[in-house]
């Protein structure tokens, strides 16, 4: 098993900024990679950034390209997702999740968090 644990949500302005970050216990954390989620109300998980096992390779949704990073530290065993330029069509619960495969579909990752809370006003 692997836990995995988000932090750094919040309520922030349009056009500014946070950090989530994602710390994971048990399972070997460099043998996963590592993307990030997101689900607005009413809406379907949607995929955000993922980020291979060495963190060489990183990819993004198009709405965040140019605006959200994406990054890890295997030896700190986190993830983080770095949010610039923050529009209101973000705010949503965003997961950290753990796969096998260098995949953007929810449905293959392994383990989840529970998940954080970004709210962007207008």
């Known amino acids: 098993q692997m836990q995995l644990i988000e932090s750094g949500g919040g309520l922030v302005q349009a056009g500014g900024s946070l950090r989530l970050s994602c710390t994971a216990s048990?399972?070997?954390?460099?043998?996963?990679?590592m993307g990030w989620f997101s689900q607005a109300p009413g809406k379907e998980r949607e995929f955000v950034a993922v980020?291979?096992?060495?963190?060489?390779?990183?990819f993004y949704a198009d709405s965040v390209k140019g605006r959200f990073t994406i990054s890890r530290d295997n030896a700190k065993n986190t993830v983080s997702l770095q949010m610039n330029s923050l529009k209101p069509e973000d705010t949503a619960v965003y997961y950290c999740?753990?796969?096998?495969?260098?995949?953007?579909?929810?449905?293959?990752?392994?383990?989840w968090g529970q998940g954080t809370q970004v709210t962007v006003s207008s």
């Open positions: 980020i291979s096992l060495s963190g060489g390779r990183t």
């Open positions: 048990g399972r070997a954390f460099s043998s996963y990679h």
């Open positions: 999740a753990a796969t096998r495969i260098l995949v953007y579909a929810p449905g293959l990752y392994d383990y």
